[in-house]
Each structure stands twice: as C-alpha cells, then as structure tokens.
C-alpha cells in the first residue's frame, strides 16, 4: 500500500510502498478516507519517542472497512467508522474501567504502532466504532484523538457550570476541543494567545472572553485552566487560578520541565492534574457529542499527497484547529 513512512527516528517521512501487516483474528482492515495530524506526528521524527521500525504514523483515521479478522463479530464490511486512538488490553479496561489509560498496557494509536496516513489501516476492534453518521468524513478524523483528551482533562478538573474555564493557548486541537466543550457545559470560557487573529477567532468561537497571552499577567480568576503549553506559559497559568482552583495538564509543546511554587500551591490549595487520552467509554461519550453537534474547529484540509506541507503548518504552530489529510 502507499503511506508515509518514517524510516529512521530521528529522521524524516517518506511517501512509498510497504506491506500492510497482515490481520489478526481480532483486527479490523479500513480503507482510509480521512486522517488527522497531531504534534505526535512531528515528535516521532525527533524520538520522542522512537517509534517501531519502519513507523507509519497518524493517529486520527476515519474510514470504511474493508476487511474483518474472524473472531470480530459486531463491525461489518462497509461500515463508516472511526478509529479510537487511545489503546488499552482488555485486562486493563477490565481492571480499571474508565480509567484504562493509567492501565501499564496503555499506547496510542499511531505512536506505539501503526497509524492511519496510508490507504489502508489496521486496528482492534474494540477501537473501531461507527463514526458520527450526520458529520463529514474530515469532522470524523478531526474530533477523535484532541476531543477526547479535552473531554477528558474537564472531567478529571471536574469542571462546573458558571465555573470558569481557561484555556491556555487557543490554536492546537486540544484547546479548540476544550472551548467548545466548556461552552457545551455550561462554563464561562476564556482563551488566551499571542495572535490577535486567534483571539478574535476565538471569540467567533464562542468563548467569553480573550486575553493576550503575552502580558505579563493575565486578568482572570479561573476555576479550572486547560494546559498543553507548558514552560511558556506555566506560571501565569497557576498565577491565573484562584483559590482551590484546578490545573489539568496533557502535554508540554513549549518543553518538558517546568517550575512549581510550592508556597504558591500549599496556600492557595490548588490542585495540578496530569491527563492523558481518555477511555473507550469516554471515546463513546464524545462520538455521541460529535453526532449530536459538538463544534469541531478544522483549520486547513490537505490532500495525502502533500503531508509535508501540512506538517509544517502543524511545526509553525500558526494552525486553528486540526489539520485533515484527504485520502483519495
């Protein structure tokens, strides 16, 4: 089949032939019609992690399937479907329920294996679920992986309604999913950025208010903020929280390390909270809010072909919302 294929990590994606793995019982086979990018597209390139050799990568897929292993007994060939990128064994969805992701066995789909930029891929079939019948093939491969862990990070800051929500950052998938979520639970939603065009799409948005993330303190006394910047940004984002307010955290792409105050933390009894994908029930959870309407934002659709360019957007960082690739 034809997909992009990283040979070397650290090193670069090529477009070319390779022999897709064969099916196991329990896998199922889809031709591809729409991907997604995602930061872990770049950092693979980098190791980080280093990928299995040679790697396909693409963690967002939504497709058509096109073939079943024999003991998958509820998806069918033809179905619409889209892939949930958060992988768990099923001792693990068993012993922890809605939390499988903390489970040890846990991978991302188009990281720890295989992913969707390529004609064709291949998944468990508990992680292939019939896509958002009333949405568009690339509103399918734009929600899974960024929506979810989103969905996620508001439920594990037990976010209210008439809280209010700061959303660090507008621009990545992940915010634009948390905006549109926060709206959809009832919070008041304010989003910061550097670029007065992000912020004033982000008013388009929905959200209440914007503030130039590039002041030295930001004006607002949030219940709960949504972190994915890191060391940029981390500072005014525990300085933003007011007292017993709560910090959810799913990535770094301004870094790896950041500073706590600890006086800062013990005084104002904030809470720092770590987040990671989200569950299969979770998984279901958000394709219900999709069917019924969830905003998501799409910045830009490529065609496959032109990967490469659409990975550059994604590295300048100047994207709003998720990037698609379509398939042919």
């Known amino acids: 089949m034809r997909a992009w294929i990283l040979d070397e990590s650290p090193g670069t994606?090529?477009?070319?032939?390779?022999?897709?793995?064969?099916?196991?019982?329990?896998?199922?086979?889809?031709?591809?019609e729409a991907s997604a990018l995602n930061h872990m597209d770049l950092w693979v390139?980098?190791?980080?992690?280093?990928?299995?050799?040679p790697h396909v990568p693409g963690c967002d897929v939504a497709g058509v399937v096109d073939d079943v292993g024999e003991a998958v007994g509820v998806i069918s060939v033809g179905d619409e479907v889209v892939i949930n990128p958060g992988v768990s064994p099923v001792a693990d969805i068993?012993?922890?329920?809605?939390?499988?992701?903390?489970?040890?066995?846990f991978s991302i789909y188009g990281e720890h294996g295989w992913g969707g930029h390529a004609e064709y891929a291949i998944a468990p079939s508990r992680n292939v679920v019939r896509r958002p019948a009333s949405r568009t093939w690339e509103e399918s491969a734009a929600y899974p992986l960024a929506t979810l862990t989103a969905y996620r990070m508001l439920r594990r800051a037990r976010l209210q309604p008439s809280e209010t929500l700061l959303v660090v950052g507008?621009?990545?998938?992940?915010?634009?999913?948390?905006?549109?979520l926060g709206r959809r639970m009832g919070a008041r939603v304010v989003a910061t950025s550097r670029s007065e065009t992000k912020r004033r799409s982000a008013l388009e948005m929905g959200a209440d208010e914007v503030l130039d993330s590039?002041?030295?303190?930001?004006?607002?006394s949030a219940d709960v903020v949504v972190e994915?910047?890191?060391?940029?940004?981390?500072?005014?984002?525990?300085?933003?929280?007011?007292?017993?307010?709560?910090?959810?955290?799913?990535?770094?792409?301004?870094?790896?390390?950041?500073?706590?105050n600890l006086?800062?933390?013990?005084?104002?009894?904030?809470?720092i909270i770590g987040s990671s994908m989200g569950s299969y029930q979770e998984f279901d959870e958000v394709t219900e809010l999709m069917d019924r309407g969830l905003d998501v934002h799409i910045d830009e659709v490529f065609g496959i072909e032109h990967y490469a360019e659409a990975l550059a957007r994604l590295a300048e960082g100047e994207q709003l919302g998720k990037i698609v690739l379509r398939h042919p």
């Open 13 to 32: 994606y090529r477009h070319g032939e390779i022999d897709l793995p064969s099916l196991g019982p329990d896998d199922v086979k889809v031709r591809v």
């Open 45 to 53: 390139t980098k190791a980080m992690p280093k990928p299995p050799l």
């Open 94 to 105: 068993v012993a922890l329920g809605n939390d499988s992701p903390m489970g040890p066995g």
């Open 170 to 180: 507008i621009g990545s998938g992940v915010s634009c999913a948390a905006l549109a």
């Open 214 to 220: 590039s002041a030295d303190r930001w004006n607002v």
């Open 228 to 260: 994915s910047v890191g060391p940029a940004t981390w500072d005014r984002s525990i300085r933003a929280l007011r007292t017993g307010g709560r910090l959810v955290v799913c990535g770094g792409t301004s870094g790896n390390t950041v500073e706590v």
């Open 263 to 271: 006086p800062r933390l013990f005084f104002k009894q904030h809470e």
